[in-house]
């Protein structure tokens, strides 16, 4: 995983609009499930700040552009959506 022990703990989920977020912060942020997360960063609905090739980070601005843009809902994935990522 890419959280450090000290960073476990800690919720970012009320953090100033600047900050940046990792997955499970993010869907705290949105109240969503982190595979919600991951599946709207595969799709392309959240754009990420890669850390490496496992790691990511979520700009709070993003997350808040998305729901302005979606009038305050969040779609989660249809079931189609994870089928199709099912190999």
């Known amino acids: 995983s890419c959280l450090g022990k000290a960073k476990r703990n800690s919720s970012k989920a009320d953090a100033?609009?600047?900050?940046v977020l990792n997955?499970?912060?993010a869907a705290q942020y949105l109240r969503v499930g982190e595979y919600t997360i991951r599946e709207m960063v595969r799709r392309g609905s959240i754009r990420v700040l890669p850390l490496?090739?496992?790691c990511i980070r979520i700009s709070r601005a993003s997350l808040d552009e998305l729901i302005k843009g979606n009038d305050g809902k969040i779609t989660p994935p249809s079931t189609q959506d994870i089928m199709r990522s099912v190999p």
Do not use: A, K, N
């Open 23 to 25: 997955v499970r912060e």
């Open 52 to 54: 490496g090739t496992r």
């Open 16 to 19: 100033p609009p600047g900050s």
